[in-house]
T-cell receptor
């Protein structure tokens, strides 16, 4: 069954800790994205990667880091430098096409809370 | 600046009534616009895109370049349409810019 898998579904972090959110896709998509969803603010782009071993900052990258060592995986680390990490995090992927931008497919999300 | 605006946080209608979710955009080039929907306890999914010019679940959306709008419409709302709806725009850098979202509540 093809799709995007995010884990864990719920994550709790203590002050000063780094945590890593997992995102795996078996859709053979080239591009992957991380968004943060807050009430009343829509989705805001944290980082994105259009090809393996390359990624770019989105609009709110401060306090976050990513890696893209494999096509199917795009983990997001929320570092202690992120001052307001409590949020719902969504991972997405899309095909890179010569015929224009393609729709993004989303995972179920991870809800991160600070203890 | 590239921006997507959904002016209504919450839209409440009765079953069978027409519904229109507003979306306005600011973009200098030729826009690529989408509507995404998130039903309760489900993942965010694509509803429709303007280049397809199709009707999905009875919803349609027409791009109006003069008014820079891409409103989502349905003539007769159903209870199962209750969800969070997001309008989104692809910019020239290949990034998807989302509006703030509108929660649609369809009452019986």
């Amino acid at each position: 069954d093809g799709g995007i898998t995010q884990s864990p579904k719920y994550l709790f972090r203590k002050e000063g800790q780094n945590v890593t959110l997992s995102c795996e896709q078996n859709l053979n998509h080239d591009a992957m994205y991380w968004y943060r969803q807050d009430p009343g603010q829509g989705l805001r782009l944290i980082y994105y990667s259009q090809i393996v071993n390359d990624f770019q900052k989105g609009d709110i990258a401060e306090g976050y880091s990513v890696s893209r060592e494999k096509k199917e995986s795009f983990p997001l680390t929320v570092t202690s430098a992120q001052k307001n990490p409590t949020a719902f995090y969504l991972c997405a992927s899309s095909i890179e096409s010569a015929w224009g931008n393609q729709p993004q497919h989303f995972g179920d999300g991870t809800r991160l809370s600070i203890l | 600046a590239q921006r997507v605006t959904q002016p209504e946080k919450l839209l409440s209608v009765f079953k069978g009534a027409p519904v229109e979710l507003k979306c306005n955009y600011s973009y200098s080039g030729s826009p690529e616009l989408f509507w995404y929907v998130q039903y309760s306890r489900q993942r965010l999914q694509l509803l429709l895109r303007h280049i397809s010019r199709e009707s999905i679940k009875g919803f349609t959306a027409d791009l109006n370049k003069g008014e820079t709008s891409f409103h989502l419409k349905k003539p007769f709302a159903q209870e199962e349409d209750s969800a969070m709806y997001y309008c989104a725009l692809y910019n020239q850098g290949g990034k998807l810019i989302f509006g703030q979202g509108t929660e649609l509540s369809v009452k019986p």
